[in-house]
């Protein structure tokens, strides 16, 4: 079932008419693989200091057996994207699933702590329909259903594709962009009670192969070379350069071994570094409402969106990769005599129907980074 949505999901994008849209996808795939290498490596050190079995379930992504929310990785991603709250109710819930499981669990506990390369291709089917997801959202929105089907869309999609536990964030975070109710349901089913919770466990071969871990260090280099190139977080690039070094080093030491299905992710990583992707297309949904108050003073920078006699400026915020980004939206009090897309610096005062009514209107440049950081 699991790889029937994926593969459903990647020809769906495969499909997309849009060549932007296309690039789109694959740069959120390939920023949640880039988001999720430094934790995936720090876990495989650690599983490998400690030497206890049974420790992959907790300190991989989430790819084995049992409940995949166990994974502490994956916590501390869902502690920066949805808070810590939320990332400690699914780890204990996880907890607990595991322990009324705790014979299936344990018996097909993985002995071997998890190695970099195997768990990138666990992560792979994820980051795929994380970043459908992202492209999909303005076409087949969840915020337009009820909010009790979205709830229930949300809980068959965490049931049957099953991610692991760091591509489940991935998803979720996709989801939440358009509908938080979706993907809170998502939260609550994926890696808990899914497919992979309580169905039979397949344990994952863990090969290494040179080729891989070559394209691999060269990926995470240009991206910390490029001070995160859009698709992470600038605080994430020391992280990230320090498993560029680690992956060439795991080249060299892996130069007789051959395993070229490990070659897939990290050429999907390549390819999303390189393929300059624009920033993702802006759907107004209630997801979008803003913030701001009457009176407040404001400046911001983003490109217009003009509909009729209604305009805003549109800027994404990206809270650790591409996958989780999400607009921030401003309208605005009267539609400035610039097409859709110009870059726009409005200075204004938010009036009563909380639009921005502008006293000075400058158009500027293009960023180099078209995204703002949370």
């Known amino acids: 079932m699991r790889v029937a949505l994926y593969a459903a999901a990647s020809l769906a994008v495969a499909l997309l008419v849009s060549p932007d849209s296309l690039r789109g996808a694959l740069a959120s795939s390939a920023s949640a ?4 290498t430094p934790f995936l490596l720090a876990s495989s050190v650690l599983a490998r200091l400690l030497r206890r079995p049974g420790a992959a379930a907790y300190l991989g992504c989430g790819c ?10 994956a916590a501390v991603a869902t502690a920066l994207v949805f808070g810590p709250a939320a990332a400690a109710a699914r780890l204990g819930a996880a907890i607990v699933v595991a322990r009324i499981l705790r014979r299936r669990v ?7 702590p998890p190695e970099l390369l195997s768990e990138l291709a666990a992560l792979l089917p994820s980051a795929l329909l994380a970043g459908a997801a992202t492209q999909f959202g303005g076409l087949l929105d969840p915020a337009r259903l009820s909010p009790a089907l979205g709830m229930l869309t949300g809980a068959l999609l965490g049931f049957a594709a099953a991610p692991c536990a760091l591509g489940g964030v991935a998803v979720a975070a996709a989801l939440h962009a358009r509908s938080p109710l979706a993907s809170a349901a998502f939260l609550c089913v994926a890696g808990i009670v899914d497919l992979r919770a309580l169905g039979p466990h397949r344990d994952l071969v863990r090969r290494r192969d040179a080729l891989a871990y070559a394209l ?14 859009s698709l992470v977080h600038p605080h994430l690039v020391p992280a990230i350069g320090t498993a560029a070094a680690v992956a060439l080093f795991g080249a060299v030491a892996s130069r007789h071994e051959l395993a070229p299905f490990r070659r897939v992710a990290p050429l999907v990583m390549i390819a999303g570094a390189f393929s300059g992707a624009p920033a993702p297309a802006y759907h107004a949904t209630e997801t979008t409402l803003d913030g701001l108050f009457p009176g407040e003073r404001l400046t911001f920078t983003g490109t217009l969106v003009r509909e009729a006699a209604h305009a805003a400026l549109v800027r994404y915020a990206i809270t650790c990769c591409r996958a989780d980004a999400a607009p921030v939206v401003v309208r605005l ?3 400035p005599p610039y097409g859709t897309g110009t870059w726009l610096r409005v200075d204004g005062r938010v009036d009563g129907e909380l639009h921005l009514d502008a006293s000075d209107i400058r158009r500027v440049p293009s960023p180099a980074d078209p995204f703002v950081y949370r």
Request: glycine share 14%; with cysteine.
């Open 333 to 335: 009090a009267e539609v």
């Open 216 to 229: 691999l260090s060269a990926a995470l280099a240009a991206v910390a070379l490029r001070g995160g190139e």
């Open 106 to 112: 344990h018996s097909h506990c993985p002995e071997e």
């Open 33 to 36: 693989l880039f988001e999720a």
């Open 64 to 73: 084995g057996g049992g409940p995949s929310a166990r994974s502490l990785p």
